[in-house]
C-alpha cells in the first residue's frame, strides 16, 4: 500500500490568510492525487483532482501542485467557510488511501 | 437532481452481519465505478471497496477482505455492502461515493452516510 503522510495536522490561521497543506507520498504516484474538504457532520467534497485541476464549481482561491511524491494544497486567502478538514487521496494504485487530514482551525 | 443515500447502518454486536444499500438518482449509475468510504468516529477517511459499472472487478482494502462483499443491481440503481464478521473497529460512518468519470478513482459526489456501530 502506498502511505501518505500529510502536513501539518493542525494550521490556526486568520481570515484573509495564506494557507499551505503538504502531502508527501511512500512512493511516487505521478499526478494520481485529489484534494477534498470536509465540515463537521458532512461528506467530504471533492476540491482538486488530477494533483492540480480544479473541480467545477470550486473557488479558485484553491490551487494544488506537485506530482511524483510531494504534493502541496494551498488556499490563497482564506474565507471563513473554509474552517475544515482537508484530506489527500492517492489514486494510482489499489488500496486507494488517504492522507491523516488537516484542520484548518480559527486562530 | 444527483443524489446517493445510504440506508442500513445500525448497532450490530460483534461478529454479527449488515447489508448496506445506497440509492442513486439523478444520473446514469450504470456508467460510473461506485466505492464505499468510511470514517470511524473523530477520524479520517478510509476507502472501503469499489465496484466496475458492470460488476466484473471489485477492489478492497485488505482489513476487509473475506469479510465485506460489495455489489450492485444497474437495474435498481443500487450500491450494496455485505458486511459480515463485523469487529469493533468497523464503526463508522459509511459513505457512498461516486468515481469521477475519466478522472480516475476519486469521488466527485457523496452520499450523507450510514452509521454503523459494533457493539455488545
Known amino acids: ?107 | 437532481e444527483m443524489q446517493l443515500v445510504e440506508s442500513g447502518g445500525g448497532l450490530v454486536q460483534p461478529g454479527g452481519s449488515l447489508r448496506l444499500s445506497c440509492a442513486a438518482s439523478g444520473f446514469t449509475f450504470s456508467s460510473y465505478w461506485m466505492n464505499w468510504v468510511r470514517q470511524a468516529p473523530g477520524k479520517g477517511l478510509e476507502w472501503v471497496a469499489n465496484i466496475k459499472q458492470d460488476g466484473g472487478e471489485k477492489y478492497y482494502v485488505d482489513s476487509v477482505k473475506g469479510r465485506f462483499t460489495i455489489s450492485r443491481d444497474n437495474a435498481q440503481n443500487s450500491l450494496y455492502l455485505q458486511m459480515n464478521s463485523l469487529r469493533a473497529e468497523d464503526t463508522a460512518v459509511f459513505y457512498c461515493a461516486r468515481s469521477k468519470k475519466g478522472g480516475g478513482h476519486n469521488f466527485d459526489f457523496w452520499g450523507r452516510g450510514t452509521l454503523v456501530t459494533v457493539s455488545s
Do not use: H, N
Open chain 1, 1 to 107: 500500500a502506498i502511505w501518505m503522510t500529510q502536513s501539518p495536522s493542525l494550521v490556526s490561521a486568520s481570515t484573509g490568510d495564506r494557507v499551505t497543506i503538504s502531502c508527501r507520498m511512500s512512493q511516487g504516484i505521478s499526478s494520481y492525487l485529489a484534494w477534498y474538504q470536509q465540515k463537521p457532520g458532512k461528506a467530504p467534497e471533492l476540491l482538486i483532482y488530477a494533483a492540480s485541476t480544479l473541480q467545477s464549481g470550486v473557488p479558485s482561491r484553491f490551487s494544488g501542485s506537485g506530482s511524483g511524491t510531494d504534493f502541496t494544497l494551498t488556499i490563497s486567502c482564506l474565507q471563513s467557510e473554509d474552517f475544515a478538514t482537508y484530506y489527500c487521496q492517492q489514486y494510482y494504485s489499489f488500496p486507494l488511501t488517504f492522507g491523516g487530514g488537516t484542520k484548518v482551525e480559527i486562530k
